[in-house]
């Protein structure tokens, strides 16, 4: 079992920066993700990291948003910046070592999700 905890949302306007963190029990995990999800849409994958650090994009957040990690602290990572007020939406971490291929949309099913952390970018 895998536990996942985001923090680091919160408001800021459009162009700014936020960094929001994921303190998971272990990244001993082939595959975490980051999701986000605006109301009254669907869920959307925006990337993902493996175990060696390769990293995969949505392109709506390729060049903006940067995934990473710490192993020392159990920790991932999603760097936010240029934001613009589409950005607005909860965010969540995931955490799969079941998928075929850690790429940012290919799952199906993902065992471990956190409880979200909210953004607002206002304009």
């Known amino acids: 079992q895998v536990q996942l905890v985001e923090s680091g949302g919160g408001s800021v306007q459009a162009g700014g920066s936020l960094r929001l963190s994921c303190a998971a029990s272990?990244?001993?995990?082939?595959?975490m993700y980051w999701f986000r999800q605006a109301p009254g849409k669907g869920r959307e994958a925006l990337a993902a990291?493996?175990?060696?650090?390769?990293?995969s994009y949505a392109d709506s957040v390729k060049g903006r948003f940067t995934i990473s990690k710490d192993s020392n602290e159990n920790t991932l990572y999603l760097q936010m910046s240029s934001l613009k007020p589409d950005d607005t939406a909860m965010y969540y971490c995931?955490?799969?070592?079941?998928?075929?291929?850690?790429?940012?949309?290919?799952?199906?099913?993902?065992?471990?999700w956190g409880q979200g952390t909210q953004v607002t970018v206002s304009s």
């Open positions: 272990t990244l001993d995990i082939y595959c």
């Open positions: 990291i493996n175990n060696w650090g390769r990293t």
């Open positions: 995931a955490a799969d070592s079941k998928v075929e291929r850690c790429y940012y949309n290919e799952y199906d099913t993902l065992s471990y």
